[in-house]
C-alpha cells in the first residue's frame, strides 16, 4: 500500500461505493474492462454500426448510461427525475463517418464523462445517513441507486465488449 492509500477499512461506505464508481467506470474493475475501457478506441462510425441485428449499438449504450448517470445524480440530490422512453434511450446517429458525426460522437464521450464525474461527486458527497434515505425510482435506497448504478455500468460494459466480438472492429 502506498503511503498516501487508505486502508479500506478506514473509509466511509460512501467513500468506498465511489471507489467502486471509479473501477466500474475507469478501469481496475474485477469483473474485466471498465465501461471506459470498453469505449476507448471507438470512432464514431464504429460505434453507429449495428453489428447485431436488434441489439443496440455502441453508441445507443453509450447515451443511454449517460442517461442514467444523469438520472441518478438528480435523484441523489433529490429531484423526482422521471424516465421517459426517449430519454431511457435517446436518439442517436445512424450514419457513415463525416465530420458532424465524429464531433457528435466526441460530445457524447464527453457527456458521458460531465455526468460520470456528477454523480461520482454526488456519491461521495453522501454521509452515511443519507445511504439508506429513501430515493424515487426504482429502488427503494439511496444505496441501491448507486448498486444499481454499478450493476449498469458493468453489464453495458461487457455489452460493448460483445459488440466488438460480434464485428464492430476496435
Request: aromatic share 6%; glycine share 8%.
Amino acid at each position: 500500500m502506498s503511503a498516501t492509500a487508505q486502508p479500506t477499512s478506514s473509509l466511509t461506505e460512501a467513500a468506498r461505493l465511489a471507489d467502486q464508481l471509479e473501477r466500474a467506470h475507469r478501469g481496475g474493475a474485477w469483473h474485466g474492462p471498465s465501461f471506459s475501457e470498453a469505449v476507448a478506441g471507438l470512432d464514431a462510425s464504429t460505434a453507429a454500426r449495428r453489428p447485431i441485428p436488434e441489439a443496440h449499438t455502441a453508441w445507443e449504450i453509450v447515451a443511454h448510461v449517460s442517461s442514467w448517470l444523469d438520472v441518478g445524480r438528480r435523484r441523489i440530490e433529490g429531484e423526482a427525475a422521471e424516465v421517459t422512453p426517449a430519454l431511457d434511450w435517446p436518439e442517436t446517429v445512424s450514419v457513415e463517418s463525416s465530420d458532424a458525426v465524429d464531433a457528435a460522437w466526441r460530445a457524447e464521450l464527453a457527456t458521458l464523462e460531465e455526468r460520470f464525474a456528477g454523480f461520482h461527486a454526488a456519491v461521495a458527497r453522501l454521509d452515511e445517513a443519507r445511504l439508506d434515505a429513501p430515493v424515487a425510482g426504482s429502488d427503494p435506497t439511496v444505496r441501491g441507486l448507486i448498486y444499481g448504478i454499478l450493476q449498469h455500468l458493468a453489464y453495458h460494459g461487457g455489452q460493448l465488449v460483445l459488440l466488438g466480438k460480434a464485428g464492430a472492429p476496435r
